[in-house]
C-alpha cells in the first residue's frame, strides 16, 4: 500500500509508535515495519498470524485530533468493493491504550510519482490507458449510492501501478458530497488541487476532474503543472491539450461536467490508437517484430542498451516486450528489488516496461502476443546470429584496448550484414576518430545514461536513427512490408522525440 507521506504530527512520539512494532496487534497481527504516512494515521505492513497474509493496518489513537476523518475514511472504504481500492476488512480497537486500527488489503506496486521520476514521463498510450482507469475509479467514488464520494487529493503518489492496474489509495481526504460544504479545513496537493479547494469555493464532481487534468498533464511531461503550464508539443498533441486544458480550468464551469464525459474522450483517443496500430502491425504471419541484441564481450553493456532500446520504443507508442535470452538473471533480481509480480505468461513490467526473464527451456510459457520484442543474447554471439532478427545490434565498448574485439566479432564468418554496432560509454576522443570495425557496418557512439528507463535527447537520438535504418534495410519475407509501414510513423516519432531537428 503507498500511502502519501506529509507533515503531519501524530499525537504521540514516533519513540511510543516505534514500540509498537515489538508487538501482536489485536491479538492476530505482527507489525514488521512503517509503510507509510497519510494525514489521519500511520500506515504498517502486518502479518495475519492466523491466515498468513499480508495486510496494511492504519493506526491513530482515538484521542487524535484527526480521529473524526480516520473514522470517516473507514466508513468510506467499508461501503466500496473495486479491484482498484483496497478492501477493508475490519476495524479494530485496543480497549486500553486507545488505538485504532483500519484493516486493509496489502497493495504492492510503484506509486506513479515513483514510476514517472524513474522513466521522465509516459508515452502517450501509456498516460491514455492510465487516465482511463484512473477516471473509472472516480466514477466509482462519484457513483457510489446513496451517497457520491468525492476524493480531493488525487495526485500522482495516491496511485499505485501493480503489474499495469492503478489503484487508488490513502482516502483521509475523501468526503461524502452532502458532506463538503460543511468541511472547516480544507487540505490538498499543491499542483493537483483545484483552485476552489484555496478560495472555499463550492467541492463537487469538476473539482476531482481538475485533478485528473492534473495528473494526465504530469504522466505526459514529468512535471508538476502550475499556474501557467507549458504543452510541448513533441510530448502533448492538439487532442491531448484540449482535454488538459478544459479539465485545468481554473472556473468549474468551464471544466467537463462529468469524468464519464471525459472518460469518454479518453476511451476515444485509445480507440484510434489502436486501430492506427493494428494497421502499423498487421502482417502476413502472426510472428513479432523481433530486435537481438549482444554484447562483444562481458561489460559491453548490451543489457542496459537492450533495455533502453525497448523503453525507446515504448515511449514511442509501440508495444514492447524486452526478453531475456542470457544467464545473467538480470531481470529476477531487478524484479526482486521492485517488489513486482510475473503476469500469466511470465512477464514482470518494472517500471512500467514488460520483461520476460529467462526462465530456461524447461519451461513452457503462453505465447505473449507482443507485437514488437527486443531479445537480450548477452554476449552468446552464437546464439545472436542463429535468431531469425528483423534488426540486430552488437554492444562493443568505447575503450580503445577493447577495439580489437569487436573488430573479431565483425570480421567472423557468423557476422551477418546489416549489423548495427554501438560503441557504448565513449569518451570525447572518440568522437574524432571511430574505431576501425565502424568504417565497415553502420555505428553509432553511445552517450553514458545511468538510467536505461529515462535516455537522455542524445540517447534518444541514437535510438531513432538505428531504427531508421532498420527501416530502410532489405531484410526480406513478408516483414520488409511491415517495417515499411512503420517506416513513416517511425520518422514522425523520432522528430517528436528529438525536437523536430
Known amino acids: 500500500m503507498c500511502i502519501k507521506i506529509n507533515t503531519t504530527e501524530m499525537s504521540r512520539t514516533k519513540k511510543e509508535v516505534k514500540r509498537a512494532e ?52 473507514a466508513l468510506i472504504l467499508k461501503s466500496i468493493r473495486h479491484p482498484g481500492i483496497p478492501i477493508v476488512y475490519d476495524i479494530e480497537e485496543t480497549p486500553g491504550d486507545g488505538w485504532f486500527g483500519i484493516i486493509e488489503e496489502y497493495l504492492e506496486g510503484s506509486s506513479l510519482y515513483a514510476l514517472v521520476s524513474c522513466m521522465g514521463h509516459l508515452s502517450k498510450a501509456m498516460t491514455v490507458s492510465y487516465g482511463i482507469q484512473i477516471c473509472h475509479l472516480v466514477i466509482i467514488l462519484h457513483s457510489a449510492r446513496p451517497n457520491p464520494i468525492l476524493y480531493l487529493d488525487l495526485q500522482p503518489k495516491n496511485l499505485l501501478v501493480c503489474q ?90 468551464r471544466r467537463y461536467t462529468s469524468v464519464d464525459q471525459l472518460c469518454q ?73 521492485e517488489g513486482t509480480e510475473a503476469d500469466s505468461c511470465g512477464i514482470w513490467r518494472i517500471r512500467g516496461l514488460p520483461m520476460l526473464p529467462g526462465y530456461g527451456s524447461a519451461v513452457q510459457l503462453k505465447p505473449h502476443g507482443y507485437p514488437v520484442v527486443v531479445k537480450d543474447f548477452g554476449t552468446d554471439q552464437e546464439a545472436f546470429t542463429q535468431e531469425q532478427a528483423d534488426g540486430r545490434l552488437l554492444v562493443a565498448t568505447s575503450k580503445p584496448w577493447q577495439w580489437e574485439t569487436a573488430a573479431d566479432v565483425i570480421k567472423s564468418p557468423g557476422f551477418l550484414p546489416g549489423t548495427v554496432i554501438i560503441y557504448n560509454q565513449f569518451s570525447g576522443q572518440l568522437k574524432e576518430r571511430l574505431p576501425g570495425p565502424a568504417k565497415e557496418t553502420a555505428a553509432f557512439l553511445m552517450p553514458y545514461f545511468s538510467n536505461p528507463f529515462r535516455g537522455t535527447q542524445a540517447v534518444q537520438k541514437v535510438y531513432g536513427a538505428i531504427l531508421e535504418i532498420w527501416t530502410e534495410q532489405e531484410t526480406g519475407g513478408g516483414i520488409q512490408l511491415y517495417l515499411r509501414r512503420i517506416k513513416v510513423f517511425l520518422r514522425r516519432i523520432f522528430r517528436r522525440m528529438t525536437g523536430g531537428r
Open 265 to 337: 474522450e479518453l476511451e476515444q483517443i485509445q480507440k484510434e490508437m489502436r486501430e492506427q496500430e493494428r494497421g502499423l502491425f498487421q502482417k502476413n504471419q502472426a510472428s513479432s517484430l523481433v530486435i537481438s541484441v549482444a554484447g562483444t564481450s562481458p561489460g559491453a553493456g548490451a543489457t542496459h542498451v537492450a533495455i533502453g532500446l525497448a523503453a525507446y520504443i515504448q515511449r514511442c507508442g509501440l508495444t514492447v516486450v524486452y526478453e531475456e535470452h542470457n544467464s545473467s538473471g538480470a531481470v529476477a533480481q531487478f524484479a526482486a528489488c
Open 22 to 73: 515489538d508487538t501482536v496487534w489485536f491479538g492476530k497481527y505482527q507489525l514488521y515495519r512503517e509503510i507509510g504516512r497519510g494525514r489521519s494515521g500511520t500506515v504498517y505492513l502486518a502479518k495475519h498470524l492466523e491466515l498468513e497474509e499480508y495486510r496494511a493496518i492504519k493506526l491513530v489513537r482515538k484521542d487524535s485530533t484527526d480521529y473524526e476523518q480516520f473514522r470517516r475514511e
Open 164 to 253: 499495469d492496474i492503478v489503484k487508488l489509495v490513502d482516502f483521509d481526504h475523501a468526503v461524502y458530497v452532502d458532506e463538503a460544504k460543511d468541511l472547516v479545513k480544507r487540505y490538498g496537493t499543491v499542483g493537483f488541487a483545484a483552485p476552489e479547494q484555496y478560495t472555499g469555493g463550492t467541492l463537487d464532481e469538476r473539482t476531482d476532474i481538475y485533478a485528473i487534468g492534473a495528473v494526465l498533464y504530469y504522466m505526459l511531461t514529468g512535471t508538476f503543472p502550475d499556474e501557467s503550464p507549458i504543452y510541448p508539443r513533441a510530448l502533448i498533441d492538439k487532442s491531448l491539450r484540449r482535454m488538459i486544458e478544459t479539465c485545468l480550468h481554473p472556473r468549474p464551469e
